[in-house]
């Protein structure tokens, strides 16, 4: 059964950074790995994906300031936020893609304070 275990959300000032890690266990060679997040009252939104062929896709909120990476070899994706601004504050949660099977993490709280 696939699990993913996510760890670095937290509390930061504007212009601060964080970085989010997901370890995935039980998972195909092939897949989609990323981050969505949901902010009080608006619907849950992409944030960045990266494919284990190496594509990756960003919402445009976030682009240039936010990075994401994995390492296949650990089935660890992460996700690097830098200039942080007080809208980026949401859950955000980890989720994976890959033949026959969805899945989401527990969800990691992400406030920036202004």
């Known amino acids: 059964q696939v699990r993913l275990v996510e760890s670095g959300g937290g509390l930061v000032q504007a212009g601060g950074s964080l970085r989010l890690s997901c370890a995935a266990s039980a998972i195909s060679r092939i897949n989609v790995m990323g981050w969505h997040r949901q902010a009080p009252g608006k619907q849950r939104e992409l944030v960045a994906v990266?494919?284990?062929?190496?594509?990756?896709n960003y919402a445009d909120s976030v682009k240039g300031r936010f990075t994401i990476s994995r390492d296949n070899a650990k089935n660890t994706v992460y996700l690097q936020m830098n200039s942080l601004k007080p809208e980026d504050t949401a859950v955000y949660y980890c989720?994976?893609?890959?033949?026959?099977?969805?899945?989401w993490g527990q969800g990691t709280q992400v406030t920036v304070s202004s």
């Open positions: 990266s494919s284990s062929g190496g594509t990756t």
């Open positions: 989720y994976l893609a890959q033949v026959g099977v969805q899945a």
